[in-house]
C-alpha cells in the first residue's frame, strides 16, 4: 500500500517538472549559439503522453489491487462459513447422541419405576392374607398384581444399596478375600466403595495387616494370556490392591488424633510389607517403561507399598527415581513422590522426562514442584509439538495410506495433548491455542475425506442381471486399515483407584 501510495505522488508532480524542462528550454533558446531543431510544443506533448499513459496503467493497477482484496476477503468469508457448518453438525450429532442417551434412561427409568417399594406395613397387609396388592405409578400404566413372594420391602432395598455395612463387616472380620470379592462384585457402585473404604477400614483390628494380606494374590498369574488378552479378574485384583493401600494412607492421613493407627504400623508389619516389596521389585526390572506410556500399574502399586508401609528408605533412592517416568501420567504422582520424599530429585526426573520425549508429563510435574522457572513450560510444550510434526512430515513422503493415516493421528493427539496442558495450567496468553484448534480442523477434515473415500472404493452389494447372472463391481483399492495407539488406556482402567479417564493422548495427568 506504501508503495502505491509512492507511485501516485511521483506521477502528480509529472507537471510541475515539465514546467521546469520548458524554462529550461527557454534559457536554452535565447543563447544564440546553440541552435534547436526541435519546438517546446513537440516536447511538451510527448511528455503530456507520457504522463497520460502512466496515469492510465496505474489506475488498472489500483483496479486488479481492489479486485484482489476482494477475493481474498470473499475466500476468507466462505472458509469461515465452512468452518460454521462443521461446528453445526458436529453440534448436532452431539444432540443427537444425547438424545438417544436421554431415550435410553427414560425406557430403563420406566421399566423400573412401573412397580414401587413397598413399605413395612404393606407388608403386614400381605402377611395377613390380602392376596393382592395393585400398584399405579401412572395413569397410563396398568395395574401390576403382586403375589407375596414378589414384593420387595424397603429395609432390604435400603441394605441392598448401602455398601457401606457389607464393607464394614468384612473388615471388622478381616476377611481380604471377601472384601476383594465385594469389591468385584459391586464394580457398578465403585465410586462409592472408593469413598467408603477409608471409613470402612476404621473398624479393622488391624488395617495394616488386613491391606497387606490383600496383596498376596497380586502376582498369582501373568496379565497377558497365550492369545494376548488381558486376564481381566487378575487386572481387577491389582487395581482393588492398589486401591486398598492409597485408601490406607488417606485413613493415616485423615485419621482424628485420638485414635493411633499410627502405632498400629508396627516393625514387624513393616518387615512383612519389605519381604513383599523385594519379591515385587525383581519384576519391575524388565518393565518397558516407553511401552506404558507412564501407566505402569505395577510400577505404581510397589510404589505405593514402600509409601504406605514407610519403608522407601530401605531402598535405593536412585532405583525409587528410574520407576517414576512409568507412572509420570498418573494423577496421583506428584504427591506419591512427596510421599517418597523425592521432592529434592523431582529436576533429575523431569530432566530424564524431557530426554525421553515426555515433555507434557514434565510441564506437569514441574508446576505440581514450583519448578516453571527450571523448566519454562511453554518452550516444552512447542518442542514436544515441532517433533511430532518432523516425524510426521518426514515420513509422509513415501508412506503407504494406512502409514500416513498413522502419522496424521500421532499429530492430531500431539495437538490435542497440546491444548489441553495449555488450559489446565492457564497459558492461553502465552500459547494461543488458535492455530492449533485450526490445524486439528485441517486434519480432521482429512480424516473425514479418506473414510468416505474407502467408503466409496468398498465393494457394493451382488445384484442380478436380466438374464440372470450377477454383477459385482471391480475393486480397484482396499484402504489399509491401521490405528494409532500411542498414549491409549484401556477402558477398563477409567474405574478403580490410581487409574486413568480413557484418553489417546498424553494428558496433563491420569484420574
Same mark, same amino acid.
Given at each position: ?10 506521477? @502528480?508532480?509529472?507537471?510541475? %517538472? ?22 517546446? =510544443? ?12 502512466? %496515469? ?62 413397598? !413399605? ?6 400381605? #402377611? ?24 420387595? !420391602?424397603? @429395609? ?25 470379592? *465385594?469389591?468385584?462384585?459391586?464394580? %457398578? ?40 488378552? =488381558? ?28 485414635? /493411633? ?37 505395577? &510400577?505404581? &502399586? ?19 527415581? %528410574? ?15 512427596? #510421599? ?28 505440581? *514442584? ?8 511453554? /518452550? ?5 509439538? +515441532?517433533?511430532?510434526? =518432523? ?34 495450567? +492457564?497459558?492461553?496468553?502465552?500459547? /494461543?491455542?488458535? /492455530? ?16 468416505? &473415500? ?7 452389494? +451382488? ?19 491401521? *490405528? ?9 482402567? !477409567? ?12 494428558? !496433563? *495427568?491420569?484420574?
Amino acid at each position: 500500500m506504501a508503495d502505491t501510495q509512492s507511485v501516485a505522488i511521483l506521477i @502528480d508532480s509529472t507537471t510541475s %517538472k515539465i514546467q521546469q524542462l520548458q524554462q529550461a528550454f527557454a534559457e536554452l533558446e535565447s543563447h544564440n549559439a546553440v541552435s534547436l531543431n526541435l519546438k517546446w =510544443k513537440e516536447l511538451e506533448e510527448h511528455f503530456h503522453g507520457l504522463e497520460n499513459s502512466l %496515469k492510465t496503467r496505474f489506475v488498472e493497477l489500483q483496479d486488479q489491487e481492489k479486485e484482489y482484496e476482494t477475493k481474498v476477503m470473499e475466500t476468507q468469508e466462505m472458509l469461515e462459513k465452512q468452518e460454521a457448518v462443521v461446528v453445526a453438525k458436529e453440534q448436532a450429532t452431539l444432540e443427537q447422541l444425547q438424545e438417544k442417551r436421554d431415550a435410553a434412561l427414560s425406557d430403563i427409568g420406566y421399566v423400573f419405576g412401573k412397580y414401587r417399594v413397598i !413399605s413395612p406395613v404393606s407388608m403386614k397387609d400381605v #402377611s395377613n392374607g390380602v392376596p393382592d396388592t395393585m400398584i399405579e405409578e401412572k395413569s397410563d400404566v396398568k395395574p401390576v398384581t403382586l403375589n407375596s413372594d414378589e414384593v420387595i !420391602s424397603a @429395609d432390604s432395598v435400603k441394605e441392598d444399596n448401602n455398601p457401606q455395612s457389607e464393607l464394614m463387616k468384612l473388615c471388622e472380620k478381616m476377611d481380604s478375600k471377601g472384601l476383594h470379592k *465385594f469389591i468385584s462384585d459391586n464394580r %457398578k457402585n465403585l465410586a462409592s466403595i472408593r469413598e467408603e473404604i477409608p471409613i470402612a477400614l476404621r473398624n479393622a483390628a488391624d488395617p495394616f495387616a488386613l491391606v497387606l494380606d490383600s496383596l498376596k494374590d497380586f502376582y498369582s498369574g501373568e496379565i497377558l494370556g497365550l492369545d494376548g488378552k =488381558k486376564d481381566a479378574s487378575l487386572l481387577g485384583l491389582r487395581r482393588t490392591c492398589l486401591m486398598l493401600m492409597e485408601s490406607l494412607g488417606s485413613l493415616m492421613e485423615d485419621t482424628v488424633s485420638d485414635y /493411633p493407627y499410627n502405632k498400629i504400623l508396627t516393625s514387624d508389619i513393616r518387615e512383612q510389607a519389605k519381604l513383599i516389596a523385594n519379591d515385587w521389585k525383581p519384576k519391575l526390572n524388565d518393565l518397558d517403561i516407553d511401552a506404558n506410556n507412564g501407566n505402569s500399574l505395577e &510400577a505404581h &502399586a510397589f510404589l505405593q507399598l514402600l509409601a504406605t508401609f514407610g519403608i522407601a528408605s530401605e531402598f535405593d533412592e536412585g532405583e525409587i527415581c %528410574k520407576l517414576i517416568p512409568a507412572v509420570s501420567r498418573r494423577r496421583q504422582t506428584a504427591d506419591l513422590c512427596r #510421599s517418597l520424599g523425592l521432592t529434592r530429585k523431582m529436576p533429575g526426573v523431569i530432566e530424564a522426562l524431557i530426554n525421553s520425549g515426555r515433555q507434557i508429563d514434565a510441564v506437569n510435574l514441574a508446576y505440581a *514442584f514450583d519448578l516453571t522457572e527450571q523448566f519454562a513450560p511453554v /518452550p516444552l510444550l512447542k518442542a514436544y509439538l +515441532k517433533e511430532a510434526r =518432523k516425524i510426521s512430515h518426514h515420513k509422509a513422503g513415501n508412506a503407504s495410506p494406512g502409514a500416513q493415516n498413522e502419522l496424521n493421528e500421532r499429530e492430531l493427539t500431539a495437538l490435542k495433548a497440546v491444548i489441553k496442558c495449555i488450559e489446565d495450567h +492457564k497459558l492461553e496468553e502465552q500459547y /494461543p491455542v488458535d /492455530p492449533l484448534q485450526k490445524r486439528i480442523m485441517q486434519l480432521e477434515k482429512a480424516k473425514a475425506d479418506k473414510r468416505r &473415500a474407502a467408503e466409496t472404493a468398498k465393494p457394493q452389494s +451382488k445384484r442380478p442381471r436380466a438374464n440372470g447372472t450377477t454383477y459385482a463391481p471391480r475393486v480397484t483399492s482396499i484402504p489399509e486399515k491401521s *490405528f494409532y495407539l500411542s498414549y491409549t488406556i484401556s477402558p477398563t482402567h !477409567s474405574t478403580y483407584y490410581g487409574n486413568g479417564y480413557q484418553v489417546q493422548y498424553q494428558t !496433563s *495427568f491420569i484420574h
